[in-house]
């Protein structure tokens, strides 16, 4: 016997909602003249690929270029993508998917099963280099890890197309979130055919070919993106907005005073200033639970400082800090203070008592930092320097500089060092840093989306905190009937060893302009589209 899923719902209620369509405009509604939608970025898109793009905002372009086997609606449901719906076999270990026959590419050709074999077993691929290959490990995909290893050829991972509209993929262990993780950019489809003849340039705006609701027309790096409506597109006829436009603009005040002329349609609120915007635009400013979470990473690879691999100075720098004032003072937008890896959000997640954190107060961590430190030969006489890395942004430059003056009190001093984002990542992913801003979004609504990164497995462990126990927690939980009591131990021992430090967990916090429609507010994975959204007439 097989357990369907057709539109319902599944073990921990990842069904598929019953509207699979684009853009549903209530009856009576007055549409606007103009279906156009222009969004902030805060950095460069650094590609276009969904096999090689590891950034948020990369994935907010890249799900209205592409399609992938499932979306999600403004509730974080999932709803039919190129997949109509799939069925389980008993052990769960086998899915088949039943893909539409409707489903095109951009340049009119059919979308098949093929074209979702091609694009994993890309991503898996050695050769493609792809800082995402983990993700089929963590998908537990057949023989992810001996084909990224390149201990096996790419055909042997476990997935086979039965026939064009017919997908079949084999796991390792029954994970009953595995349809969740199939809305992630990495598992889009790809034109192997136009990739071939392209090579790197096939990404490039007027030859990237994908098959999601809108093509790529413009694309100037740091600049701006520009997507226009897909006719191919299967829900075309539904598909309302007909150009989506991204511009980059790096200083967020900036991007908020455009926000404010009437040049763009969502941004970002700066950190401080959401009260006074609430208060004075109360239909535009809204301030949502967001899977993402803030830390400082440290470096504790054989290139790190040699005073972070002692705990006890990983466990000083952190008690040091004081989130209330990064939250309450400094942001002011809803977010929460952070003393775990995983968001506060995450479906099922509790958080596991930490005396730290629960038992003391921010003095009393202070004198236990400096306790910390003196036993590790640091101190106000002898202060450890170390660097602090962040990417460009008021917000995280603001953030910087209260850590450092909250470390200076006992003993650390910080050299604060801005880098633009491409610089930011290639020198964390190098090892060229010793604490620097991070932030990890959650790929699905779950906790292993955040304690897998830490594994030694990991393409996103830049600190190389590698830690056999904690290795062995991550894969128990994976066979693990209930594996809340496992994420527990998990977060425990991360906050004994501290090779991060966490300081908030985001909220969305936004400017969206009073017509615009169809973006989620209650989807804790932010995942919008452009298809589903609609300008109303003012």
């Known amino acids: 016997m097989k357990l369907k899923t057709l539109l319902a719902t599944s073990a921990i209620g990842l069904g598929l909602a019953l509207s699979a369509q684009a853009a549903v405009v209530p009856d009576g509604t007055t549409l606007a ?24 905002e990369g994935s907010d372009v ?42 095109q590419w951009s340049n009119g050709e059919p979308v098949t099963a093929n074209d979702f074999v091609y694009a994993w077993r890309r991503l898996a691929d050695p050769a493609t280099a792809s800082e995402y290959a983990w993700y089929m490990e963590l998908m537990q995909v057949e023989n992810a890890p ?49 990739i071939e003849a392209e090579g790197d340039n096939w990404t490039q705006a007027g030859t990237l070919v994908g098959n999601g609701a809108y093509t790529l027309t413009e694309h100037t790096l740091g600049e701006r993106v520009v997507m226009e409506k897909n006719d191919t597109y299967w829900d075309a006829e539904n598909t ?34 959401y009260p006074r915007l609430a208060e004075e635009y109360p239909d535009q400013a809204v301030s949502t639970p967001y899977n993402c979470s803030y830390i400082y990473m440290l470096n504790v690879s054989e290139k790190g400082p040699e005073a ?37 959000a995450i479906a099922d997640f509790e958080r596991p008592e930490m005396a ?36 460009t942004s008021e917000d995280h430059e603001k953030i910087a500089i209260a850590a450092s003056q909250m470390l200076k009190g006992i003993g650390v001093n910080l050299t604060l060092d801005n880098y633009e984002w491409k610089i930011h990542t290639d020198r964390m992913q190098s090892q060229d840093f010793d604490m620097a801003r991070y932030a990890w979004c959650g790929d699905y609504n779950e906790a292993s989306t955040y304690l897998d990164l830490m594994t030694s ?49 985001y909220a969305n916090v936004d400017m969206i302009a009073a017509d615009i429609e169809g973006l989620p507010q209650n989807n804790v994975n932010n995942t919008w589209y452009g298809k589903d959204m609609y300008r109303v007439a003012e």
């Open 240 to 273: 309302v907005m007909t150009e989506l436009t991204a511009l980059t603009i790096n200083d967020v005040n900036q991007a908020l005073t455009r926000y404010l002329a009437g040049e763009l349609d969502r941004v970002d609120i700066p950190a401080g200033q």
């Open 356 to 391: 730290w954190a629960d038992e003391m107060d921010q003095a009393q961590r202070i004198e236990k930092a400096k306790e910390l430190l003196t036993e590790a030969g640091y101190g106000p006489d002898n202060p450890l320097e170390l660097s602090l890395q962040y990417n």
């Open 457 to 505: 497995y990991s393409g996103h462990n830049n600190g190389q905190w590698f830690n056999d126990e904690y290795d062995q927690i991550v894969a128990d939980s994976k066979k693990a009937e209930d594996p809340q009591p496992l994420y527990k131990q998990a977060e425990t021992l991360l906050s004994e060893e501290m090779p991060i430090i966490p300081l908030y967990h």
């Open 33 to 56: 003249d103009d279906q156009t939608y222009t969004f902030w970025l805060l950095d460069a898109i650094k590609s276009m690929d969904p096999q090689i793009n590891t950034d948020v």
């Open 146 to 194: 001996e084909v990224i290893a390149g201990e096996m050829p790419t055909d042997q991972l476990g997935i086979r197309a039965v026939d064009d509209h017919t997908l079949e993929v084999t796991i390792t262990t029954p994970l009953p979130y595995f349809p969740q993780m199939l809305v992630h950019a990495s598992t889009f489809p790809v034109p192997q055919s136009v």
């Open 62 to 103: 890249l799900r209205n270029l592409f399609e992938g086997l499932y979306n999600e609606d403004g509730n974080g449901e999932l709803t039919p993508g190129v997949a109509l719906d799939h069925t389980v076999s008993d052990d769960g270990l086998t899915y088949t998917f039943n893909l539409r026959d409707d489903a």
């Open 308 to 344: 972070l691999k002692d705990v006890r100075v990983r466990q000083a720098i952190a008690y040091a800090i004081d989130r209330d004032i990064i939250v309450d003072r400094i942001l002011q937008g809803g977010q929460e203070p952070a003393y775990n890896w995983t968001h506060w």
